[in-house]
């Protein structure tokens, strides 16, 4: 499965983007899709994530109630709207493929894309 993330950018706290996810290659296999990021100096983290299929949700704590997953089956494609930015969710945003309930279960992504950068500024 190959990933293209797009949509990051510059947007001042308080703002949204929304970001997107194009998969392509084995995408009739997959089992979920969903988001990681990246900040400076720090580990990556989980996002958010939803089942291809469902589309049951999660959210990281720090993001829900702000962040939204979702998805369009007929473009192999995944979202993730963020609204009320703030400073502290400045990082790379990662796009990922689950191929398995086991990987989806574990937050243990099979495939991640390039990452998309989001800089909020204060």
């Keep these: 499965v190959q990933l293209q993330a797009s949509g990051g950018g510059l947007v001042q706290a308080?703002?949204?983007?929304?970001?997107?996810?194009a998969a392509s290659g084995r995408t009739s296999s997959m089992y979920g899709m969903g988001?990681?990021?990246?900040?400076?100096?720090?580990e990556r983290e989980f996002v958010a994530r939803l089942t291809w299929s469902g589309g049951s949700t999660?959210?990281?704590?720090?993001?829900?109630g702000r962040f939204t997953i979702s998805?369009?089956?007929?473009?192999?494609?995944?979202?993730?709207?963020?609204?009320?930015l703030k400073p502290e969710d400045?990082?790379?945003?990662?796009?990922?493929?689950?191929?398995n309930r086991?990987?989806?279960?574990d937050r243990y992504p099979n495939y991640?894309?390039?990452?998309?950068q989001v800089t909020v500024s204060s």
Excluded: E, H
């Design 112 to 116: 991640m894309g390039q990452g998309t």
């Design 102 to 105: 086991i990987s989806y279960s």
């Design 14 to 21: 308080g703002g949204s983007l929304r970001l997107s996810c």
């Design 58 to 64: 999660a959210y990281a704590v720090s993001v829900k």
């Design 35 to 42: 988001w990681f990021r990246q900040a400076p100096g720090k």
């Design 71 to 84: 998805r369009d089956n007929t473009k192999n494609t995944a979202y993730l709207q963020m609204n009320s």
């Design 90 to 99: 400045t990082a790379v945003y990662y796009c990922t493929a689950y191929m």
